[in-house]
């Protein structure tokens, strides 16, 4: 039951159910069309590489984001190879040789790229059996393979590395080789240690921002209080004298300075920023505006979904208004990236979540063929969607252009980051409900105001989407709003309950003319739709006087969901009572990602100081079903790190600003969550293989 909490539902739980990470990989039949990710990359040579000296290279184009894809990944290959999962090497996400993916997004990785990856080794492990075969004089279907040896039982056997001497396979994934049977894996379905890890821990080179080639110069960029600003006068000769620079690089209102070291440049920047007048394209709001004003800006408006009545009668009727603030990334390294042109090729080292859309844009924006582009990721020390990391990698080319032949490091600065990343976009929500004489709900309205959650850049039209291209003499235009479609969505992620509401409306409103810079940040508007749904639906409950976990269960027809639901439960009925100063009260919140992915069901207990009215996150429960489990630590991992930021959202972070700047500039203007502020953490798996 939920307990005496005072604090309104609309103050907290629901976020935490939208941020979790899907690690399941859909079965896939031999006569099914093939995995996205293969569909455009039929060589099986893009996939995998038997390389000699006994290792297997596996090619991926999703990136590592800290989110463990490289081990799960490796776990998929190494089981469908039948090799040890020692012997695999994860090559690094590159524009000249890794399979085109896209982006790292959505949580898709594992079900696209894993899907592929499973597919293509399965074709493998059958081609190397085949030759086997036919050097063994055997028959293919009496070999085994243990550890990418193949044996015929008789005392004869051929390593795959004997068998493909030059590594390489020569022929398309087909999709026509079934992928082997969950019960005979050794490796997925087990929590197998982080490969990215043990140089972050150790503190070997492990990001982007550790990077360092010969002859590498630094580079800082110098802008306005608001990002595409005008340069309206400019005197650079003193900082031009200043120890240590190299130059000064303008281009239109782009404006960076290059210096032989990272303390050199900083100073430098700040010189260049005194020496600088500048004219801002338009005022940020009135900070207390939002979030009404979302409401009276120009929007495009679309119904999302609508589901007929059934002739209950409306007795009670009840209506609340939800919003969320700009939320920024807050990555804890600072975007960098490290760029070099050498007269015919720009190499980027980058972060970015897309290395082929990255070419994409700064090939656009350069005025370079994509194939004069190459993209190398880096790890960078977080991300969370789309953060700078594109826009300091096509700066770093831009600047790279301008002082050619030899490396540029360019790392923005803490404010740099908080003043000029794209936001996670403020929401304005509406519901309503009306109840029959039973208790259900017969009738359901939900409005979505928003911006976009999605101005991603890439080639075409989008290049315009990092702020660089906008600020060069020639600039490019910026790209026109667009977001998400459903089934995913963008504002309207998770927009349409999972539970069966007849007379159901939801309407999305998204804004045409931002007031602040916007794109992806994790789930897009998932968390504030489940923050508004499910806050609405304990509303409802205090007053009919229900069960909060009953009244979910009336309404949901989904066994999965149920089952989620029954599990969190259970889980937290068993738990000691938790104490603390003050009053405490249990929430819980449901929601199934996207409406087609990870099921969650979160229980917290709160503590509320009512002297000071402080909240605090005691503990969570979480039941999480992401289908297929790959490594338990992995998914695990993930779910603790969604509660963590989802409590970290609700209680703490807002984008502050006036109408000349961002006021959130370092870690005291837009405060996170403390190591000590963070709840304990119990959290149940159900694994579904199939």
Aim: aromatic fraction near 6%; include cysteine; glycine fraction near 8%.
């Amino acid at each position: 039951m939920m307990g005496c909490l005072e604090v309104t539902r609309r103050e907290f739980f629901a976020g935490a159910g939208a941020l979790l990470i899907t690690v399941s990989v859909p079965g896939i039949a031999a006569a099914q069309s093939l995995p996205r990710s293969l569909r455009g990359n039929r060589s099986l040579d893009t996939w995998l590489r038997i390389d000699a000296g006994g290792t297997v290279t596996v090619f991926s184009g999703k990136v590592e984001l800290g989110q463990g894809i490289r081990t799960a990944l490796s776990q998929v290959v190494a089981d469908e190879l039948d090799v040890s999962i020692d012997r695999l090497r994860m090559a690094t996400v590159d524009t000249s040789g890794s399979p085109n993916e896209g982006r790292t997004t959505g949580s898709n990785s594992v079900p696209d790229g894993g899907t592929a990856l499973r597919v293509a080794a399965a074709q493998a492990r059958q081609i190397l059996i085949e030759n086997a075969a036919a050097q063994l004089g055997a028959d293919a279907g009496s070999l085994t393979v243990e550890d990418g040896v193949v044996s015929d039982g008789g005392g004869r056997s051929v390593s795959y590395w004997e068998l493909l001497a030059d590594g390489r396979f020569e022929t398309e994934v087909d999709g026509r080789v079934p992928p082997k049977a969950n019960d005979t894996y050794t490796y997925v379905g087990t929590s197998q240690p982080r490969i990215d890890l043990p140089a972050k821990f150790t503190g070997q080179p492990a990001y982007v921002h550790d990077m360092r080639l010969p002859d590498m110069a630094h580079a800082r960029i110098v802008r306005g209080d608001i990002a595409v600003s005008d340069i309206v006068s400019l005197d650079d000769s003193a900082v031009r004298q200043m120890p240590g620079v190299v130059d000064v690089v303008r281009d239109g209102n782009f404006l960076a300075v290059v210096t032989e070291r990272e303390e050199q440049a900083i100073a430098a920047a700040a010189a260049l920023r005194d020496a600088t007048r500048w004219r801002a394209p338009k005022a940020y709001p009135a900070p207390g505006a939002l979030p009404l004003m979302l409401r009276e800006l120009e929007t495009a408006d679309e119904l999302i979904a609508e589901v007929p009545p059934d002739g209950a009668e409306i007795v009670r009727e009840f209506r609340a208004d939800y919003s969320r603030p700009f939320i920024a990334h807050a990555s804890l390294g600072p975007s960098c990236a490290v760029a070099q042109w050498d007269g015919s090729t720009m190499t980027v080292w980058s972060h970015s979540q897309g290395m082929y859309p990255l070419r994409g844009a700064i090939a656009d924006m350069l005025g370079l063929q994509p194939q004069r582009v190459r993209c190398i990721h880096a790890e960078g020390a977080g991300c969370y969607g789309h953060n700078g990391a594109d826009d300091v990698a096509s700066e770093a080319a831009l600047i790279a252009r301008a002082v050619p032949n030899r490396p540029i490091r360019l790392l923005w600065s803490r404010e740099d980051e908080f003043c000029y990343e794209p936001y996670g976009s403020a929401m304005s929500l509406q519901v309503s409900a009306g109840l029959d004489a039973e208790d259900r709900i017969a009738r359901w309205r939900y409005d979505v105001w928003s911006c976009s959650h999605s101005t991603r850049p890439s080639g075409g039209p989008t290049a315009g989407g990092v702020l660089a291209a906008r600020e060069k003499a020639d600039p490019l235009p910026l790209p026109p709003v667009t977001d998400g479609r459903q089934p995913t969505g963008g504002a309207d992620r998770n927009s349409i309950p999972l539970y069966a509401f007849p007379d159901l409306r939801v309407t999305e409103h998204v804004v045409q003319d931002p007031p602040l810079r916007n794109s992806a940040l994790r789930s897009l508007g998932a968390n504030g739709n489940v923050f508004a749904i499910e806050s609405f639906m304990d509303e409802i409950v205090q007053e009919v006087g229900a069960d909060p976990f009953e009244f979910r269960l009336r309404h949901l027809e989904d066994e999965r969901g149920r089952a989620v639901l029954t599990q969190v439960r259970d889980l937290a009925e068993a738990a000691p009572a938790v104490s603390a100063p003050g009053r405490i009260g249990r929430g819980i919140a449901f929601a199934q990602y996207k409406n087609l992915s990870t099921y969650a069901a979160i229980v917290a207990d709160v503590s509320v100081d009512t002297d000071t009215g402080r909240i605090r996150v005691l503990r969570t429960f979480a039941a999480i079903d992401v289908g297929q489990v790959i490594n338990p630590d992995g998914v695990k991992n993930q779910i603790e790190g969604g509660i963590v930021q989802a409590t970290s959202w609700t209680l703490k972070e807002q984008v502050k600003f006036s109408a000349g700047r961002i006021e959130s500039t370092d870690w005291n203007g837009y405060p996170i969550l403390r190591f000590s502020e963070v709840p304990e953490i119990e959290i149940t798996l159900i694994d579904r293989p199939e």
